[in-house]
T-cell receptor
Framework: DSGVTQTPKHLITATGQRVTLRCSPR?????VYWYQQSLDQGLQFLIQ???????AKGNILERFSAQQFPDLHSELNLSSLELGDSALYFC????????????????FGPGTRLTVL | AQKITQTQPGMFVQEKEAVTLDCTYD???????LFWYKQPSSGEMIFLIY??????QNATEGRYSLNFQKARKSANLVISASQLGDSAMYFC???????????FGTGTRLLVSP
């Protein structure tokens, strides 16, 4: 158990709908990262938050948005869903923004499997 | 841009033998981190081992060791004394300066047979 929790575990919805994925980081971790794993794109970084502020953006679609709340949990919002958005969405947490001296590895949650029909 | 290449889509090994999973990377960053993650069929991503680009010694964590050859830009994972539970997908990843994201390879599926 990594200490990172994600809900829900599975989500089935229809095209055009909107969903919210939730992540609670490990106790004490300030950074939250979102990744998407799909068959055709592999594992891709979407976005990072550090202590409530957006720190880095990756290949995140405009239809997707995220935020990190004062209690450090994070939500990823996916709207106008398309079939191609079906994927496993991971949240990961780390202690800080990044420090090589601190060996700042990211710990992954169990993922939310999204199926868009 | 950073890139991770894992050229072995699948590997087979017998229980108790050692196996090496290949990983090469490309980056222009002066410092970076290299990681290996394991993804069992259940789907979770499990952190295995980390190597910093300035680390003088190869990283080891129990049965896992990382064969880091900086000049060749390779970071191969060695699993000693394979166990049936090692059957999984293995991903090599790197983080560019600042640890702002992980860039993953396409993964290698390892199958350990009795």
């Amino acid at each position: 158990d990594s200490g990172v929790t994600q809900t829900p575990k599975h989500l089935i919805t229809a095209t055009g709908q909107r969903v919210t994925l939730r992540c609670s980081p490990r106790s004490g971790d300030l950074s939250v990262y979102w990744y998407q794993q799909s068959l055709d794109q592999g594992l891709q970084f979407l976005i990072q938050y550090y202590n409530g502020e957006e720190r880095a953006k990756g290949n995140i679609l405009e239809r997707f948005s995220a935020q990190q709340f004062p209690d450090l949990h994070s939500e990823l919002n996916l709207s106008s869903l398309e079939l191609g958005d079906s994927a496993l969405y991971f949240c990961a947490s780390a202690a800080g923004i990044g420090s090589f001296e601190l060996n700042n590895e990211q710990f992954f949650g169990p993922g939310t499997r999204l199926t868009v029909l | 841009a950073q890139k991770i290449t894992q050229t072995q889509p699948g590997m087979f090994v017998q229980e108790k033998e050692a196996v090496t999973l290949d990983c090469t990377y490309d980056t222009s960053d002066p410092s970076y981190g290299l990681f290996w993650y394991k993804q069992p069929s259940s789907g979770e991503m499990i952190f295995l081992i980390y190597q910093g680009s300035y680390d003088q010694q190869n990283a080891t964590e129990g049965r896992y060791s990382l064969n880091f050859q900086k000049a060749r830009k390779s970071a191969n994972l060695v699993i000693s004394a394979s166990q049936l539970g090692d059957s999984a997908m293995y991903f090599c990843a790197m983080s560019p300066t600042g640890f702002q994201k992980l860039v993953f390879g396409t993964g290698t599926r390892l199958l350990v047979s009795p």
